[in-house]
T-cell receptor
């Protein structure tokens, strides 16, 4: 089992729709959870981080964390073509004292104009 | 957020040569820097973790004698790919973490723009 699992996609949504990206992780003691966006040929950029169960909203983005289910998601409202990118879920597993960050393989999102 | 630079942004070299990549934190002190490698359509794979003034910690399967990491100051880490071969061609990305200032989210990493290495 991979430490951080994501559906590779591609996920295709029309402009203006809600894009829902999902991620599961294996280390139950993980403390910190991040969503990064990566455009082709570029390095990742942080979108959001979340530590506590529940929802965290920032503009058009909402991160949701459910530690009991070991599940974290990212919702993108009013999706724009510029949101088309690969979204990486990242987790700090407890096994390394929460020090290292493990990345999922990413979900490719296409927003159709 | 904090700014991390990498140099060079791309490099082409012949097989057997060594290549040095620099990673600098421009406006903060990076207590820890990470080196990742990313092959096309794959995720970031952590290669090693370096703390200023100490030896780097390498991930399983990463040859420390081939990928030399030096973190000589709080703003600079270097990765040297020694005797590079075509299979080392990849996108190398560094990231830095600042735990001292308290300004940033816990465990937040700031990524450099990456270095694309092509070994002929």
């Amino acid at each position: 089992q991979k430490e951080v699992e994501q559906n590779s996609g591609p996920l295709s949504v029309p402009e203006g729709a809600i894009a829902s990206l999902n991620c599961t992780y294996s280390d139950r003691g993980s403390q910190s959870f991040f969503w990064y966006r990566q455009y082709s040929g570029k390095s990742p950029e942080l979108i959001m981080f979340i530590y506590s169960n529940g929802d965290k909203e920032d503009g058009r983005f909402t991160a949701q964390l459910n530690k009991a289910s070991q599940y974290v998601s990212l919702l993108i409202r009013d999706s724009q073509p510029s949101d088309s990118a690969t979204y990486l879920c990242a987790v700090n597993p407890l096994r390394d004292g929460g020090f290292k960050t493990i990345f999922g393989a990413g979900t490719r999102l296409f927003v159709k104009a | 957020g904090a700014v991390v630079s990498q140099h060079p942004s791309w490099v082409i070299c012949k097989s057997g040569t060594s290549v040095k990549i620099e990673c600098r934190s421009l406006d903060f002190q990076a207590t820890t820097m990470f080196w990742y490698r990313q092959f096309p359509k794959q995720s970031l794979m952590l290669m090693a973790t370096s703390n200023e003034g100490s030896k780097a910690t390498y991930e399983q399967g990463v040859e420390k004698d081939k990928f030399l990491i030096n973190h000589a100051s709080l703003t600079l880490s270097t990765l040297t790919v020694t005797s590079a071969h075509p299979e080392d061609s990849s996108f190398y990305i560094c990231s830095a973490r600042d735990r001292t200032s308290g300004k940033y989210a816990y465990n937040e990493q700031f990524f450099g723009p990456g270095t694309r290495l092509t070994v002929l």
